[in-house]
């Protein structure tokens, strides 16, 4: 192989591992900050690392979590239906990974969100990594794949897309 075409095969399997790096530290770099508010409106875009600051072991959230409780905020991950062969959802958990809640055992507590939509929405099953939008709250939901921390009444989801 020519050095011109290893290059060119690096620069093409560099160039998307580089782009997510790059997403991954800018939405996370401010994410334990207040103040950091991204999307449209009030509507505050959170990471699972702010969500992972719930202590499991005192039941007590962090200052950044009680203030998020209640606000409108903005979060991907993956969706995981809570009924079998539903094309569409009214109610499904959001998890950070997608393989979390397929094998035992479930993410922790503070890993899940239990989202259940407002109105006559439904969310579309789809397997690939999505957004949701609506208000955080911190109060426990019960599963068949476990117990999440935090719940949101969301009023829409759309397909993931870094930098929105």
């Not at 979590?65 to 569409?88: A, Q, T, Y």
Request: charged share 20%; aromatic share 8%.
């Amino acid at each position: 192989m020519k050095l011109k075409q290893i290059l060119l095969i690096a620069s093409l399997v560099a160039a998307p591992i580089g782009g997510m790096m790059l997403h991954s530290w800018w939405t996370s770099r401010d994410a334990n900050t207040p103040s950091a508010q991204t999307g449209s409106g009030d509507v505050k875009t959170i990471e699972w690392p702010t969500l992972a600051q719930y202590d499991l072991k005192s039941g007590k959230p962090s200052d950044l979590l009680k203030e998020l409780d209640g606000r409108l905020i903005r979060l991907p991950g993956f969706m995981v239906p809570l009924e079998d062969n539903m094309k569409l959802v009214k109610e499904f958990l959001l998890v950070p990974d997608p393989q979390a809640c397929i094998h035992y055992p479930p993410p922790p507590p503070n890993q899940q969100v239990l989202v259940q939509m407002v109105g006559d929405e439904s969310a579309s099953v789809d397997w690939k990594p999505v957004w949701i939008e609506g208000h955080l709250r911190i109060t426990s939901g019960t599963t068949k794949y476990g117990t999440a921390i935090f719940q949101v009444k969301a009023r829409r989801t759309e397909a993931y897309k870094a930098g929105f």
